[in-house]
């Protein structure tokens, strides 16, 4: 990785970061009400794989909408998040929860958990970033545990990545195709002092890898499928560490 790509990284994760915490405050009236129906049918088939009393990462759990889930589901929880205002909101709503500062990156758990779940969230990783991630999921997780998680994919986009990729290295950004990162929408947004969804949406990075390439790194990183499907807006996998 050239030094010019990994300085704009480590910019695009502060944008991240700040970005979160700019809009923490309004999380629970303007986002996370609903749980989107595919969410909650492979969230019980990583019910049905991980016994209630069991012990479950919410990794990148925002304010965590799927904590309340979990807890229903009769497991002990750990949040961990790396932005300090999102962590904020999730304390408030679920003050018996464990809530820890970290980012997906920083992880450094050993056969801690029986259960992960990443939710809504690796659609934010750089694709440097992604094969390790997983790892350290399935580096957390205790023999046979299970992970959830749900990717974004280049084969169902949000957004037109042709015409982010052509106008980002136009710009002179160092990117790959499948990113996209707008950071004009990000400055924008840093000034409102409220966002829809769709507004706060544009404003993050994300990437979109091929499904194949997200299988691979999956088998890469030491685990098998067990549950996989597409819906609303997200390819869902349920995982079984090897």
């Not at 990284?9 to 309004?26: C, F, G, M, T, V």
């Not at 990794?59 to 949040?79: H, K, N, P, S």
């Not at 088998?219 to 098998?224: D, L, S, T």
Request: proline share 4%.
């Amino acid at each position: 990785m050239s030094m010019e790509r990994a300085q704009w990284l480590k910019k695009i994760r502060e944008n991240a970061e700040a970005l979160y915490d700019h809009i923490s405050p309004q999380y629970w009236v303007t986002f996370g009400l609903d749980v989107e129906e595919t969410h909650r049918v492979y969230f019980q088939k990583f019910v049905e794989r991980v016994p209630s009393g069991g012990k479950v990462l919410s990794a990148a759990c925002g304010a965590g909408r799927f904590d309340g889930m979990l807890l229903e589901a009769g497991y002990g929880v750990v949040g961990i998040d790396q932005s300090a205002g999102m962590l904020a909101r999730a304390k408030e709503r679920f003050p018996k929860v464990e809530y820890v500062k970290m980012s997906l990156h920083d992880m450094h758990f050993r056969e801690t958990f029986d259960g992960v779940i990443c939710m809504d969230a690796m659609e934010h990783i750089f694709p440097e970033d992604y094969p390790g991630i997983l790892r350290g999921f399935q580096e957390a997780l205790k023999a046979g545990g299970v992970l959830y998680f749900t990717a974004d994919r280049e084969e169902e986009a949000d957004f037109d990545l042709h015409a982010h990729y052509e106008r980002a290295k136009a710009l002179g950004l160092p990117v790959v195709f499948g990113e996209v990162a707008d950071e004009a929408a990000y400055e924008w947004a840093m000034q409102q002092p409220e966002l829809s969804g769709e507004a706060s949406d544009i404003a993050v990075y994300h990437y979109y890898p091929p499904l194949a390439k997200v299988r691979a790194w999956i088998e890469q990183a030491g685990f098998v499928v067990e549950a996989e499907g597409a819906g609303s807006g997200f390819h869902h996998f349920v995982l079984r560490k090897r």
